[in-house]
């Protein structure tokens, strides 16, 4: 491997030189400018390690010059009482304190030691002095450079040992063999150079800190330092410090170290000086090591796979991109809004999109749900125009629907009922059209039925139902003859009543006498039981007979009377008001209990006359009539294989009050229709 280094030339015996090998470029700083008035001058800084330079004068010009050596650690105190010798480059060389002269010339000085060089006019008449300034971190001038030869210096060899291939020295004799080694600030290897101040592997107590040496680091072009500790250190305890006076470092990176986690950071050169600052955490290290290595060439900041973890502490370097697009003639950088966030306008069809509020357009954006997804909670929406097919609300406590004979419970949600004020009821529409709610001034609602006192009835007119008040005590409910008044009734629902001026007591019942007309009719013209019936009078018992079809047909219109059997039982056909006619069916083909007639409300009775099944399956399956779906059976029927069966009860069967008919076969089936028929009754 090649490796750079600087060199110190020393004359050696006159030995053979070794085989030529890969020829190197010694370290050097360089620079140039003009001088065109008395006390202008030209600067090299920065030489601090550099021990030859080499000096170009061209140009038209009259001056008297002098090179001068600043030693301070700034570069900036030059002594201008003890100025450095310099010699021409010629065939007799000779050193001097001062140059007069208006040629182009070239010339070397040993500036070892100074941290700064200038060639300063002590004296000028005219013209304009163009000066170069070379610098070597070895050689010298002949003479009072004391040095062995010209500036301009190449060699090869391999790090750590003498080199003895080829060399190039002004003013040595071809063949001579020289000695190359490293001199201080040089590196002879160009993986690096172990620093020899900021390395430790020192425990330190809790909170305590190690603190390195300021080294010259102008040499470099990276520092790398790496830290391994048994325990954390402090927040930022990993400090990197750089400084141009090895004083004030002004120039910091900090890190934090994690308890047995390698850390390894990589910063460049970028000041004269360099140093470790560590700080350790609240607890005694067990092993601590603390390691910097000088590059003489900047190599890689660290090394992460893509799938390791990231932290605030991982070593990155910053770079800056830009993203660009094309417009169809150019490339336009993207930009963003004042918040950072990339500012994009949709275009449709070349044209910007809509925004903001009015009628919608071809740019105005559409957006379409799919029709398989559901719209989360919209917490506010300012207006829908029009919703083309329907809205099916939710009906649960909080929702705006309700389900029909749901029970109402305390906050449930729901849309007020509003009506409109008429203070004379009045048709608002034709019939069949939709109509509002009519209220009076106070908001009471217009019904139908509230006819005047003392008006004439209307046929078909409607009447209202009248409440009365429970007294189980009779007394008045009103203040004096005249006032409006209520009914009242007793515990059990009977109004009281007085009758021929005579007032029911409470729980007691009136005894009524009928009349022919003219007189009160007696006991003895009633009839009694097991008395012959008499022919004339309204009879109020029942006639026994032994058959229904011994009587005779009496006209339309006439009275007549009941029957009963000898035992006093009321004979009658079965027969339902037709208001009072109920009917139900159900298809059910999972076997399970199912309701064929819904209950019919509270204290209603479903009395059953007829039931009727259809069995489609190819199997015989049995049907239990249930009383409600989980009912106890009340009745059982056969349904055979792609048949059917029907059921007329003479005497009904009946179900529990405001109870479901179920019907639950005793196994799936492709189709099992029930059908009923009945009567309800209170």
């Not at 600043?70 to 050193?95: H, K, N, Q, R, Y």
């Not at 390395?199 to 391994?228: K, M, R």
């Not at 989360?376 to 309700?402: E, Q």
């Not at 005497?651 to 639950?664: G, H, I, Q």
């Amino acid at each position: 491997m090649t490796r750079f280094f600087s060199a110190v030339v020393a004359l050696l015996l006159a030995v053979p030189v070794a085989a030529q090998e890969p020829t190197v470029q010694l370290e050097t700083r360089g620079t140039s400018g003009t001088i065109t008035q008395n006390g202008g001058a030209v600067t090299l800084t920065n030489t601090g390690g550099l021990a030859s330079l080499l000096i170009q004068t061209s140009g038209t010009f009259d001056t008297t010059w002098e090179l001068q050596c600043a030693a301070d650690a700034a570069g900036t105190a030059f002594d201008a009482d003890d100025e450095i010798p310099v010699t021409l480059v010629a065939a007799s060389p000779t050193p001097a304190d001062q140059v007069t002269n208006d040629a182009e010339a070239l010339y070397t000085a040993n500036i070892a030691g100074c941290t700064a060089v200038r060639v300063i006019a002590t004296a000028y008449s005219s013209g304009t002095q163009t000066v170069t300034l070379q610098a070597i971190t070895s050689g010298g001038g002949s003479g009072g450079g004391g040095g062995g030869g010209g500036g301009a210096v190449t060699g090869t060899g391999s790090a750590g040992t003498p080199a003895t291939g080829v060399l190039t020295v002004q003013g040595i004799t071809s063949g001579t063999a020289v000695n190359v080694s490293c001199s201080a600030g040089c590196s002879s290897s160009a993986g690096g150079v172990v620093s020899s101040s900021n390395n430790s592997t020192s425990n330190l107590a809790g909170g305590a800190a190690f603190t390195g040496t300021g080294e010259e680091v102008t040499g470099y072009a990276q520092i790398q330092v790496s830290v391994f500790s048994s325990h954390a250190s402090a927040a930022n305890g990993l400090s990197v410090q750089q400084s141009s006076d090895n004083s004030n470092w002004d120039i910091t990176d900090t890190f934090t170290v994690s308890a047995t986690t390698a850390m390894v950071i990589s910063v460049p050169a970028q000041a004269r000086y360099f140093r470790v600052v560590y700080t350790n955490g609240a607890t005694l290290t067990t092993s601590l090591r603390i390691q910097t290595i000088f590059k003489a060439a900047g190599a890689k900041g660290s090394s992460q796979r893509p799938a390791d973890a990231m932290t605030n502490e991982n070593d990155f370097e910053q770079g800056l991109s830009y993203n660009m697009g094309f417009n169809g003639t150019t490339w336009d950088r993207l930009r963003t809004v004042n918040t950072g966030y990339l500012g994009v306008t949709p275009h449709y069809a070349g044209t910007a999109a809509s925004t903001g509020t009015g009628a919608s357009g071809a740019q105005t954006q559409r957006v379409v749900t799919a029709t398989d997804s559901t719209i989360g909670t919209v917490t506010s929406v300012t207006n829908v125009a029009t919703i083309g097919t329907s809205v099916t609300p939710g009906n649960a406590a909080a929702n705006l629907g309700k389900a029909e004979d749901a029970v109402a419970a305390s906050g449930d949600t729901g849309v007020q009922l509003l009506g409109v004020r008429a203070d004379t009821a009045a048709a608002t529409a034709a019939n069949g059209d939709y109509v509002p709610i009519l209220m009076d001034s106070i908001g009471r609602q217009w019904i139908t039925g509230a006819d005047v006192e003392d008006a004439a009835a209307t046929a078909g007119g409607s009447l209202l139902m009248i409440g009365c008040v429970r007294q189980d005590t009779a007394a008045s409910s009103s203040g004096t003859s005249g006032d409006n008044s209520n009914c009242t009734t007793d515990a059990d629902g009977r109004i009281y009543a007085n009758v021929f001026g005579v007032t029911q007591a409470a729980a007691t019942y009136l005894t009524v006498r009928l009349s022919d007309g003219s007189n009160f009719l007696t006991p003895s013209t009633d009839s009694t039981h097991d008395s012959a019936v008499g022919t004339t009078g309204p009879a109020i018992m029942g006639e026994a007979t032994t058959a229904m079809t011994s009587d005779t047909a009496v006209a339309d219109g006439d009275a007549t009377r009941l029957k009963a059997d000898t035992n006093g039982r009321q004979l009658s056909l079965a027969s339902c008001p037709r208001q009072d006619r109920v009917r139900g069916q159900a298809t059910i083909t999972d076997g399970s209990s199912t309701s064929v007639l819904a209950a019919l409300g509270a204290n209603i009775i479903a009395e059953i006359y007829e039931i009727e099944i259809a069995n489609s399956s190819a199997s015989t399956v049995t049907v239990d009539m249930r009383d409600g779906t989980g009912g106890s059976v009340l009745w059982t029927l056969i349904a055979p294989a792609t048949g059917g069966n029907n059921r007329t009860f003479t005497v009904p069967l009946t179900f529990t009050a405001n109870t479901a008919v179920a019907a639950d076969p005793s196994a799936s089936a492709s189709s099992i229709i029930v059908s009923v028929l009945g009567c309800r009754v209170l």
